[in-house]
T-cell receptor
Framework: NAGVMQNPRHLVRRRGQEARLRCSPMKGHSHVYWYRQLPEEGLKFMVYLQKENIIDESGMPKERFSAEFPKEGPSILRIQQVVRGDSAAYFC?????????????FGSGTRLTVV | SQQGEEDPQALSIQEGENATMNCSYKTSINNLQWYRQNSGRGLVHLILIRSNEREKHSGRLRVTLDTSKKSSSLLITASRAADTASYFCATDTSGGSNYKLTFGKGTLLTVNP
């Protein structure tokens, strides 16, 4: 029973390139969340998705960032034209339903380094 | 201070001692959760306490919640070297969202063998 799978674990991109981060939720989980963690900081909410729907993207920067969770396949967080400030750890979490009774299950994260 | 702020920022103890970490928050909450993060890894959910609960236990963990003071504490008893990690509290804020967590910056716990 695999947990939340994220890949790649580490990603290095030059400024201006695109970064694609993938997240496969736990089996049976239809709710996916993306969080970003800057060095020495706690996690910051970015976006909440269900299959084929963006429920809340209030934590996403308005430009260059997008997320999707298609009917088939993993959720993708896409960052276009990356800048040094995008360097961070990006975590995906999934849940069976809302958070009322359960915590999140997090993946191990993708550490993005922009050079 | 921000929602879900942990105190202390860093804590160093000897194996076998108890470790207490505190968390303060500002707005009303549906529940409060504690997570552990080992260096370079993802977060592991430890325990969730609802706003109408005052205390909860799970193994060597004890969590308290005081909604009047908007604070929570996490106690780890009989600590082990393997407990070395960062510990975060996260609040599920009101407003009907019931899905968005606000994390603090964490407490870095070091348990020395």
């Amino acid at each position: 029973n695999a947990g939340v799978m994220q890949n790649p674990r580490h990603l290095v991109r030059r400024r201006g390139q695109e970064a694609r981060l993938r997240c496969s939720p736990m089996k049976g989980h239809s709710h996916v969340y993306w969080y970003r963690q800057l060095p020495e900081e706690g996690l910051k909410f970015m976006v909440y998705l269900q299959k084929e729907n963006i429920i809340d993207e209030s934590g996403m920067p308005k430009e260059r960032f997008s997320a999707e969770f298609p009917k088939e396949g993993p959720s993708i967080l896409r960052i276009q034209q990356v800048v040094r400030g995008d360097s961070a750890a990006y975590f995906c979490a999934s849940s069976l339903e809302g958070l009322a009774n359960y915590g999140y299950t997090f993946g191990s994260g993708t550490r993005l380094t922009v050079v | 201070s921000q929602q879900g702020e942990e105190d202390p920022q860093a804590l160093s103890i000897q194996e076998g001692e108890n470790a207490t970490m505190n968390c303060s928050y500002k707005t009303s909450i549906n529940n409060l959760q504690w997570y552990r993060q080992n260096s370079g890894r993802g977060l592991v959910h430890l325990i969730l306490i609802r706003s109408n609960e005052r205390e909860k236990h799970s193994g060597r963990l004890r969590v308290t919640l005081d909604t009047s003071k908007k604070s929570s504490s996490l106690l780890i008893t009989a600590s082990r070297a393997a407990d070395t990690a960062s510990y975060f509290c996260a609040t599920d804020t009101s407003g009907g969202s019931n899905y968005k967590l606000t994390f603090g910056k964490g407490t870095l716990l070091t348990v020395n063998p």
